[in-house]
Nanobody, 118 residues
Framework: QVQLVESGGGLVQAGGSLRLSCAAS????????MAWFRQAPGKEREFVGR????????SYADSIKGRFTISRDNNKNTMYLQMNSLKPEDTAVYYC???????????WGPGTQVTVSS
């Protein structure tokens, strides 16, 4: 099993930036992909982006493309989400998740709150 813990959330004004971190521990060697999801109040959980752990290849949801960037530091077993040009509609709890190849995302962090004020 892989344990995940997010950090870096907070309150920011529209147009500002935040960087979220997701620290992974446990069976890191089994991880194929990690991803960021978010869930706004009253809405379903939404995919934000993903990164292949070994290669670093990324893909993003259209809603955040060009504003958010996912990266990882293999040595620190940490994934990052750099969020720029934040909008009030980016307000949500942000979760990181991990999956083994061909499997659903089955390891999740507790989430970190991001609030963007207008």
């Amino acid at each position: 099993q892989v344990q995940l813990v997010e950090s870096g959330g907070g309150l920011v004004q529209a147009g500002g930036s935040l960087r979220l971190s997701c620290a992974a521990s446990g069976r890191i060697f089994s991880v194929y992909e990690m991803a960021w999801f978010r869930q706004a109040p009253g809405k379903e959980r939404e995919f934000v982006g993903r990164i292949v752990w070994l290669s670093g290849k990324t893909s993003y949801a259209d809603s955040i493309k060009g504003r958010f960037t996912i990266s990882r530091d293999n040595n620190k077993n940490t994934m990052y989400l750099q969020m720029n040009s934040l909008k009030p509609e980016d307000t949500a709890v942000y979760y990181c998740a991990a999956q083994k190849g061909g499997a659903p995302f089955d390891s999740w962090g507790p989430g970190t709150q991001v609030t963007v004020s207008s």
